[in-house]
């Protein structure tokens, strides 16, 4: 489809409110995914690393707990 000017591309033959509001809001949607994913890696991997810590700190009081 062409368009004779840039009027003419951004309303879309009367249809423009429609187009560019569908482009935004899977544009937001996208954004939102990205971000929610990410923050919620981050949390993820900080409750490994917590995990990791104390089972690491539950075994050294173990072997702590022979030498007295």
């Known amino acids: 489809m062409a368009f004779s000017s840039i009027a003419d591309f951004f309303s879309m033959g009367g249809y423009g409110f429609y187009v560019w509001l569908s482009y935004c809001i899977s544009?937001?949607?996208?954004?939102?995914?990205?971000?929610?994913?990410?923050?919620?890696?981050?949390?993820?991997?900080?409750?490994?690393?917590?995990?990791?810590?104390?089972?690491?700190r539950i075994k050294n009081a173990q072997n702590m707990e022979g030498t007295l």
């Open 27 to 56: 544009f937001l949607s996208l954004i939102v995914l990205i971000i929610n994913t990410i923050n919620k890696k981050k949390k993820i991997l900080k409750t490994v690393k917590q995990r990791i810590a104390r089972q690491r």
